[in-house]
């Protein structure tokens, strides 16, 4: 099982970025998607997480209605646009997945900065 991220940079309040997880070494379509993220001396921090057929999708409370999750199955990645972006977005963010309901899978994060 392999989750590559990729997207992070440096962006202003106020903008936008989308980050990208393509999945490798299993269904992809069969399996429910998240992201996490992580800010310097602060735990791990679910952002979102998306059903395996996209139909159902939950985001934290920080970013609900600013986020996005989304997925593509034909192409193994899963998505997460980024809008209203504030300062206490910026964090390492990484792309996780469950598989047989026991063995947990991550990237290796992206990272995200929100400075003017």
């Given at each position: 099982?392999?989750?590559?991220?990729?997207g992070?940079?440096?962006?202003?309040?106020?903008?936008?970025?989308?980050?990208?997880?393509?999945?490798?070494?299993?269904?992809f379509?069969?399996?429910?998607?998240?992201?996490?993220?992580?800010?310097p001396?602060?735990?791990?921090?679910?952002?979102?997480s998306?059903?395996?057929?996209?139909?159902s999708?939950?985001y934290?409370?920080?970013?609900?209605?600013?986020?996005?999750?989304s997925?593509d199955n034909g192409?193994?990645?899963?998505?997460?646009?980024?809008?209203?972006?504030?300062?206490?977005?910026a964090?390492?963010?990484?792309?996780?997945?469950?598989i047989?309901?026991?063995?947990?899978?991550?990237?290796?994060?992206?990272?995200?900065?929100?400075?003017?």
């Amino acid at each position: 099982v392999q989750l590559v991220e990729s997207g992070g940079g440096l962006v202003q309040p106020g903008g936008s970025l989308r980050l990208s997880c393509a999945a490798s070494g299993f269904t992809f379509s069969t399996y429910a998607m998240r992201w996490y993220r992580q800010a310097p001396g602060k735990e791990r921090e679910l952002v979102a997480s998306i059903t395996s057929d996209g139909g159902s999708t939950n985001y934290g409370s920080s970013v609900k209605g600013r986020f996005g999750i989304s997925r593509d199955n034909g192409k193994n990645t899963v998505f997460l646009q980024m809008n209203s972006l504030k300062p206490e977005d910026a964090a390492v963010y990484y792309c996780q997945t469950t598989i047989s309901c026991f063995y947990d899978y991550w990237g290796q994060g992206t990272q995200v900065t929100v400075s003017s």
